[in-house]
């Protein structure tokens, strides 16, 4: 189905144009006080350390916690404007977790330790395409020093959405996955929707091609559960589908069809406790809340950890 112009444009413009050491900085101030954020009780750092690598994963044991992350890019206005006061938001709302999408002007080692400074992890990270094919190795080093455990190329310019290019980029990601499996780091491809529409003159899609080309023990998934909703796919046969392939889920809620406008975690139609309960028993190993363009960036940050935080326990 066609693409989302209205939600992903904002995404796609910052990721043609985001730098190896740092991105733009939106400039927009922190959009709740941190007085709505308060803390869950009892909440603690995750210091879930099972390892991504790059063989196929097992399901998920029953006494491994599941990580509970957000996607920083949710709050990329807020990031902008005060990188460590969000930071600390997040961590007093109760995430441990964050997955990066730039350095913000920071050298891995500097971002480190400012994670580190608010008790918040960052197991996962997007990596525009770009930044791969310049430097692989330099992408891992870096996401060695920020303990990542696993890369996710994030997004396809339209010129990189044929069958062929999809064959190439599969054999791309193989070869990456081998040199992030070297540093104990799994490689990941997050989708959208375009991946699931039909190729020009023919019934195949870009994810069979990903799926089919890409080594499966070096190549795993960063499931979009809305762009997969969004596109009329059934989330959970993705996750259940294939085991172990799925590793991680970007959790960002839909409304009823046929629109199925983005909202945040707990307000639309995705079944989220079934997808968590089901995936967990076929290898996912995470979930990062996610809202492409939210109203209030650290309200969507707090009503997606309480909606997802029992589900992961």
Known sequence: MPLDQAA???????????????????????????????PRAGSAPDTTTTPAGGAASSARAATTPMRLGIQLYTLRAALGRDLEGTLAALSQIGYRNVELFQHHGK???????????????????HVPLAQFRASPEKVLDDAAVLGHQWVAVP???????????????????????ELAKARNIG??????????????????????????????????????VYWATKAGKDALALI????????????????????????DVGTGTIDFATLIREGGRVGLQGVFVEHDNPTDAL???????????????
């Open 155 to 177: 997004w396809l310019e339209e010129k990189d959405r044929t069958a062929d290019s999809y064959k190439r980029i599969a054999a791309e990601l193989s070869r990456w996955g």
């Open 8 to 38: 992903v444009t904002p995404r796609r413009t910052f990721l043609r144009t985001l730098g190896a050491a740092a991105g733009a900085a939106l400039g927009a101030p922190l959009l709740a006080p941190l007085a709505a954020c308060a």
């Open 240 to 263: 259940t589908g294939e085991p172990g392939r799925v590793v991680l889920i970007h959790a960002k809620d839909a409304t009823a069809a046929p629109e199925r406008k983005m909202v």
């Open 107 to 125: 050298t891995p080692a500097e971002l480190r330790a400012l994670l580190d400074r608010h008790q918040l992890a960052a197991p996962s990270a």
């Open 187 to 224: 490689m990941l491809y997050h989708n959208h929707d375009f991946e699931f529409a039909p190729l020009a003159g023919t019934t195949q899609t870009g994810w069979d091609i990903l799926r089919a080309e890409a080594d499966k023990a070096l190549v795993k998934y960063e499931l979009d």
């Open 299 to 313: 309200t969507t940050a707090r009503v997606g950890f309480e909606h997802l935080r029992p589900l992961v326990s």
